[in-house]
């Protein structure tokens, strides 16, 4: 009796074992700054902001073909996708021009490929709210990054590639004359 209590002791906790599910790890978009980052300028408002909804959740979404998507159930941003792409450029954006000025972005693509690369589609409207006509341009900043296998490499690829964007705007809002970036192909 006492080895058939054992037995059934010993394979309740290897089944709940078995169950236990990975611990959730977290991550940001926000980069760790080490000390050198300063803005002298304007900071850039972000006056709205929009993600696809597949992949504006809180879990990590990768592609992993043409044609399907993998929600990762460990892997989570510290806030939505929305939040986290607000909260970095919101850091980031800034500028020299002395002026008042907002940004609307429209995300179009946001692909997370580990072992790939990471990229950020971005259609975005920059507005001087001191000029009586609401002077604008409207831009468009397609930003990839190789990223290494894991979850992390993506993350600071994404990092990169919104640090790239943060400066697209801030050049296009410097210039006397407002300009998109321009970029020399790079096979996107």
């Known amino acids: 009796m006492a080895f058939t209590r054992k037995a059934l002791l010993a394979s309740v906790i290897i089944l709940l074992g078995a169950c236990r599910s990975e611990p959730v790890r977290f991550h940001t978009l926000l980069p760790a700054h080490s000390g050198e980052f300063s803005s002298n300028g304007t900071e850039i408002r ?10 504006d959740r809180q879990q990590i979404v990768v592609r992993q073909s043409r044609s399907s998507l993998a929600v990762l159930e460990s892997q989570w941003w510290g806030a939505s996708l929305l939040d986290e792409i607000r909260s970095a450029l919101a ?3 800034s500028s020299d021009a002395g002026r008042n000025l907002s940004v609307r972005l429209d995300v179009q693509r946001f ?14 409207r920059l507005r001087d709210l001191d000029a009586a006509d609401k002077a604008r341009i409207t831009c468009r900043s397609t930003l990839k990054t190789s990223a ?8 600071v690829a994404h990092q990169n ?9 801030s050049r296009a809002a410097d210039k006397d004359s407002w300009h998109c970036p321009s970029r020399s192909p790079d096979g996107l």
């Open 91 to 93: 850091d980031q954006l």
């Open 148 to 155: 290494g296998p894991s979850v992390d490499d993506v993350v």
């Open 46 to 55: 972000i006056e709205t902001l929009s993600v696809p909804p597949q992949v």
């Open 161 to 169: 590639n919104l640090r790239q964007l943060a400066a697209d705007i």
């Open 111 to 124: 692909d997370s490929v580990p072992g790939q690369y990471a990229l950020i589609d971005v259609k975005w």
